[in-house]
T-cell receptor
Framework: GENVEQHPSTLSVQEGDSAVIKCTYSDSASNYFPWYKQELGKGPQLIIDIRSNVGEKKDQRIAVTLNKTAKHFSLHITETQPEDSAVYFC??????????FGKGTTLSVSS | GAVVSQHPSWVICKSGTSVKIECRSLDFQATTMFWYRQFPKQSLMLMATSNEGSKATYEQGVEKDKFLINHASLTLSTLTVTSAHPEDSSFYICTLAGYNEQFFGPGTRLTVL
């Protein structure tokens, strides 16, 4: 089955810097790669996703890149703000199957 | 996208009691739903796949007799934690699979005393 590895487990940046979180997956059949932000006491919220027919997707300060050959995908947050501080999870799935999550990255943005 | 509700949003119970969590799809007919469990400061772990009209498929290490799943209609899946113990205290989340998307319920926080 699918296995998703996520790095780093913690990331501390200064406000305004960029943050990059990387994930690798094992199942070449996976074709959907979402990223979730989870704040304390709340459920995960989808922030961006990418499908296997696309190499990069951007939404304002957030971007995701996908390298199908190497089986890895990354989340890029530019101009970080304190409110970006949260736990971020990557996940992978193929159509109709369950999401398999990475172990999460705790991002801390200090002002 | 689909709207998924969960009830209750939180529950506190005594050890040994059973707790039922409902996951309802409000506007989407879901033949498949997924149940996840998230312990504090950990990731979401898939517990089982709930299939409408048939038995659920459980992940390795998840006791099917302890975590009873019933998916009797296209809009409702239930997870019953039987004889709950403090180690079952967790955040339980259901999702339903659309075409290449997953729609999350808001989660149920279970605390077993």
């Amino acid at each position: 089955g699918e296995n998703v590895e996520q790095h780093p487990s913690t990331l501390s940046v200064q406000e305004g810097d960029s943050a990059v979180i990387k994930c690798t997956y094992s199942d070449s059949a996976s074709n959907y790669f979402p990223w979730y932000k989870q704040e304390l006491g709340k459920g995960p919220q989808l922030i961006i996703d990418i499908r296997s027919n696309v190499g990069e997707k951007k939404d304002q300060r957030i971007a995701v890149t996908l390298n199908k050959t190497a089986k890895h995908f990354s989340l890029h947050i530019t101009e970080t703000q304190p409110e970006d501080s949260a736990v971020y999870f990557c996940a992978a799935t193929s159509s109709g199957t369950a999401l398999i999550f990475g172990k999460g990255t705790t991002l801390s943005v200090s002002s | 996208g689909a709207v998924v509700s969960q009830h209750p949003s939180w529950v506190i119970c005594k050890s040994g009691t059973s707790v039922k969590i409902e996951c309802r799809s409000l506007d989407f007919q879901a033949t498949t739903m997924f149940w996840y469990r998230q312990f504090p400061k950990q990731s979401l772990m898939l517990m089982a796949t709930s299939n409408e009209g048939s038995k659920a498929t459980y992940e390795q290490g998840v006791e099917k007799d302890k975590f009873l799943i019933n998916h009797a209609s296209l809009t409702l899946s239930t997870l019953t934690v039987t004889s709950a113990h403090p180690e079952d205290s967790s955040f339980y989340i259901c999702t339903l699979a659309g075409y290449n998307e997953q729609f999350f319920g808001p989660g149920t926080r279970l605390t077993v005393l």
